[in-house]
């Protein structure tokens, strides 16, 4: 906790009798018979895991530290009814080969019950890169569906009316070209770009610490961020400006209270940009949302999900005065874990995955993405795909969890490490804030050793067998590593590049080329200045100028980032 400590549980001083009388009886005599599996018990963040927690243990303020869903600090919950009147958005992650390919992949994902769209782009799309440049060759299509132009992007939502679905879109660097081209479709379509509803994830800083698909300078690459916040707050209101990610984040190595940390800490970065340049603080964090990843310690990701709520409400209320309480509020997606999927035994993976969800539905997500049992082999099959989101649906409509808000609150447990977690992850801010804030911590290396130092002791605890992975490091079977054992497995099709580049080929001998130049010369001057980028981009993008088109107008006005190491 951040504030004064409450005074001690009351009766304290008797329940530690108590205790001290049951370790001398019946404790001591058990552990003089089985001892213990190890020593010391503690959490991947380092976090000791006691033998039993008392009320003693637990010292929560119930109406500063807890309150009521839907209220102030929101640990219990961002709307006061949770899943008891809207379940979470159940969007299954999603997107390869072509546009025709990935639509029929969407359909069908809709057609078994998914609730909202999340869209996978290839590794060219996320750099910036058309199909057909030569720097895209092999990749295309690989890890994400292939989007160079506004023709792609019809495509990929034929036959789908975005006013009535939601769509996450997993892009950073080139956020304010995919988002343009969203909107001109649903402007094709007849929806005014008020009712659109959705998430473009338009987070540089992670891609900088942790994911590497950066495009341009950190100063130039703010200026984007925040041109998109002013223009959805103008004309795109429904949404959601930024995921600000920690997902990526866990995926390099980081602890549960890492995540947390520098997750909010890139948060408070983007916030003060944004003042900065002019917004008022009630008129774009009510859009600012997150992404987190759901680990395998189901009590320890609950407890993380509680404390960053809670951390996020305070700093936003008490840091940066925010008045609305919709500001204060931490709205965020979960995806489970896709570093804890194994190639060995993947049918396990589907279990890893249910607690990993369990854990993100009991720590009150608002939206999940479920992992498939085979994605540590290749992009999942539709079948895997189906027991994914049938994991989702599980959990929603048959487990119970989903009928009480903030079930687990009053756990020993679970209260004394959220409580654990927001401290760490105060501490952790704190730190940053001494450097310089979230940017100068990332230049001077900090983060990325803190996560590597991470990272390497878990890989330690796994090569030592003190971390059991179960198929991996104990209970073997009697296959190689990657097997597929009759798996079926989902193969893109390695011409795919081909038809991609014969497309844009047609696309740009039809298209009005003077048009096209007219708009990225535009764009060109735009840039050189301080004017908001994102209208002269939609102008670009409905002319049907490319998405490397685009980022290479501004790659030439801004530079491109290079990385340097932090060992």
């Not at 018979?33 to 503690?42: I, L, N, T």
């Not at 569906?145 to 080139?174: H, Q």
């Not at 027991?387 to 009480?404: F, N, P």
Request: with cysteine; hydrophobic share 40%; charged share 25%.
């Amino acid at each position: 906790m951040t504030d004064s400590q409450p005074a001690a549980h009351p009766g304290a001083a008797h329940l530690q009798e108590l205790k001290q009388e049951w370790e001398s009886a019946s404790l001591e005599d058990t552990l003089s018979r089985y001892p213990e599996r190890r020593p010391h018990f503690e959490t991947e963040s380092g976090i000791p895991v006691e033998r039993v927690y008392t009320p003693a243990d637990v010292e929560v303020d119930y109406a500063r530290d807890l309150g009521f869903p839907g209220d102030y600090p929101f640990t219990r919950g961002v709307q006061p009814t949770m899943y008891r009147g809207r379940l979470w958005t159940m969007r299954q992650y999603a997107g390869f080969g072509t546009a025709e390919e990935t639509n029929e992949r969407y359909k069908y994902l809709l057609e078994q019950g998914q609730t909202g769209l999340s869209v996978a782009f290839d590794l060219p799309t996320q750099i910036g890169y058309d199909a057909d440049d030569p720097i895209a060759a092999g990749e295309v299509g690989k890890v994400g569906v292939s989007i160079s132009s506004l023709e792609d992007m019809e495509t990929l939502f034929e036959g789908i009316p975005l006013d009535k679905v939601s769509t996450s879109m997993t892009i950073n660097a080139p956020a304010t070209v995919l988002l343009a081209m969203y909107i001109a479709v649903g402007k094709k379509q007849g929806v005014d770009p008020g009712k659109l509803r959705g998430t473009v994830q338009n987070d540089i800083l992670k891609e900088y610490i942790a994911r590497g698909t950066y495009i341009y300078p950190p100063g130039p690459s703010m200026r984007l961020i925040i041109d998109l916040f002013a223009y959805c707050n103008d004309r795109v209101p429904h949404w959601n400006t930024i995921s600000i990610s920690g997902y990526h984040i866990r995926e390099a190595g980081s602890t549960a209270v890492q995540e947390v940390a520098f997750t909010l800490a890139n948060a408070v970065a983007y916030v003060e940009a944004a003042l900065r340049a002019g917004l008022h603080i009630d008129d774009f964090a009510p859009r600012l949302s997150f992404f987190f990843n759901a680990h395998n310690n189901l009590l320890e990701e609950v407890a993380k999900f509680r404390a960053a709520r809670r951390l996020w409400a305070r700093i936003m209320r008490d840091r940066f005065g925010a008045e609305d309480p919709k500001s204060w509020t931490l709205r965020f997606h979960t995806q489970t874990a896709g570093s804890m999927l194994t190639a060995q035994q993947p049918e396990n993976n589907v279990v890893r995955v249910a607690l990993q969800a369990l854990a993100a539905a009991l720590g009150g997500t608002q939206s999940l993405h479920t992992n498939s049992r085979d994605e540590a082999l290749s992009l999942p099959t539709e079948e895997a795909v189906q027991i994914a989101l049938r994991t989702q649906q599980i959990i929603a409509y048959e487990s119970g969890v989903a009928e009480s808000v903030d079930p687990l609150a009053g756990s020993y447990l679970v209260e004394k490490w959220t409580d654990e977690i927001e401290r760490r992850a105060h501490d952790y801010i704190a730190k940053i804030d001494a450097l310089g804030g979230a940017m100068m911590a990332i230049e001077q290396g900090y983060v990325q050793r803190e996560i590597q130092d991470s990272a390497y002791r878990w890989q330690r605890a796994v090569d030592s067998n003190d971390k059991v992975i179960v198929g991996v490091n104990r209970f073997r079977a009697d296959v190689q590593p990657g097997s597929t054992a009759g798996m079926e497995i989902l193969r893109v099709d390695p011409a795919v590049g081909e038809r991609q580049e014969e497309r844009l080929s047609a696309l740009r001998a039809r298209r009005d080329a003077a048009a096209v130049a007219e708009s990225l010369e535009r764009l060109r001057a735009a840039a050189a200045g301080d004017d908001n980028l994102m209208p002269l981009i939609v102008d670009a993008v409905e002319n049907y100028a490319t998405l490397g088109e685009i980022c290479g107008v501004l790659r030439d006005a801004f530079g491109e980032y290079q990385a340097s190491t932090t060992f």
